[in-house]
């Protein structure tokens, strides 16, 4: 079946650090591709999504390439940032089906 | 536009008891899903309405059910409450294009704590 594997952290970073936050898939079909973030006492919201392979998704700094031959999504920002704090979570999607999210990734940027 | 609201926000209840959440999506969405979201298991896809139907359904038990009325809204029900239900619940709702959702939208959750 479809899934989606995704480092669990949690992960701390200092401020300014690169982040990479490792994401792949197993899925039948073409799935859509997305990145979800969850910031403290929130409900999750959409970082960035990608439809279809070498699509590239970004949005405030984040960006992740669907690769189709690696069958991975992975998030990079360049520079975090304190408010940039919360849990990210993988997630894919294919027709009629479910989305099936990641275990999720906790992040902690440090001043 | 108005974004994913649940009600209640808070519940506290007691094993053995029933509890019924609520979930009003965006205006036009008519996909539904919700989710179970604890420390331990991360977060755990319940099952999905499209449309007045069920339309996927993840692996809980019988006493976890839902519907969904013709205004897209949707509950979803919980009996004989057990400790481990306890758990923050999260509704999600999206607009599906050829069966593609292309983004959920979330609500802020409603946490039920089991006493």
């Known amino acids: 079946g479809n899934s989606v594997t995704q480092m669990e952290g949690p992960v701390t970073l200092s401020e300014e650090a690169f982040l990479t936050i490792n994401c792949t898939y197993t899925?039948?079909?073409?799935?859509?591709l997305f990145w979800y973030v969850q910031y403290p006492g929130e409900g999750l919201q959409l970082l960035l999504k990608?439809?279809?392979?070498?699509d590239k998704g970004s949005n405030k700094g984040f960006e992740a390439t669907y690769r189709k031959e690696t069958t991975s999504f992975h998030l990079e920002k360049g520079s975090v940032q304190v408010s940039d704090s919360a849990v990210y979570f993988c997630?894919?999607?294919?027709?009629?089906?479910?989305?099936?999210f990641g275990p999720g990734t906790s992040l902690s940027v440090i001043p | 536009k108005a974004g994913v609201t649940q009600t209640p926000r808070y519940l506290i209840k007691t094993r053995g008891q029933q509890v019924t959440l609520s979930c009003s999506p965006i205006?036009?969405?008519?996909?539904v899903s919700w989710y179970q979201q604890t420390p331990g298991q991360g977060l755990q896809f319940l099952f999905e309405?499209?449309?007045?139907?069920?339309?996927n359904k993840g692996n809980f038990p019988g006493r976890f059910s839902g519907r969904q009325f013709s205004n897209s809204r949707s509950e979803m029900n919980v009996s004989t409450l057990e400790l481990g239900d306890s758990a923050l619940y999260l509704c999600?709702?999206?607009?599906?294009?050829?069966?593609?959702?292309?983004?959920?939208?979330f609500g802020p959750g409603t946490r039920l704590t089991v006493l």
């Open positions: 205006s036009g969405h008519r996909s």
């Open positions: 990608a439809t279809k392979a070498d």
């Open positions: 899925a039948t079909g073409y799935p859509s």
């Open positions: 997630a894919l999607e294919t027709s009629y089906d479910k989305v099936i």
């Open positions: 309405y499209f449309s007045e139907t069920q339309r």
């Open positions: 999600a709702s999206s607009l599906v294009t050829s069966g593609i959702s292309n983004e959920q939208f």
